[in-house]
């Protein structure tokens, strides 16, 4: 999502029911900056779906499309060393997943 702007909180205090409107149109997010801190307010889409159901988002389309847009991603990897880094990382334990 492309932050556009970035807004000091008290302005965003007096205005959030325009803006939020402005950004749900825009389909943008803004910075929100207070005491040196920076938010991030942006629309995000709720699935008001069944979370069982995996699939019912899916898109063939835009998933053969994300494919074809991965090709070569990994052009420059050595495979030998990912594979092993790999292999090391799965003898290591973390939540929800005991080492191999």
């Known amino acids: 999502m492309k932050i556009s702007r970035r807004l000091n909180v008290?302005?965003?205090?007096?205005n959030l029911p325009l803006l939020l409107n402005e950004l749900t149109r825009k389909n943008e997010?803004?910075?929100?900056?207070k005491d040196g801190r920076l938010y991030r307010l942006e629309p995000v889409e709720i699935n008001t779906a069944d979370p069982e159901d995996l699939w019912v988002n899916y898109d063939p389309v835009k998933a053969k499309a994300a494919l074809h847009a991965s090709v070569g991603a990994l052009a420059h990897v050595d495979v030998e060393t990912l594979l092993s880094d790999l292999r090391e990382q799965r003898k290591?334990?973390?939540?929800?997943?005991?080492?191999?």
């Open 29 to 33: 997010g803004v910075f929100v900056e």
């Open 92 to 100: 290591q334990d973390s939540t929800g997943r005991p080492a191999d």
């Open 10 to 14: 008290d302005e965003v205090a007096r």
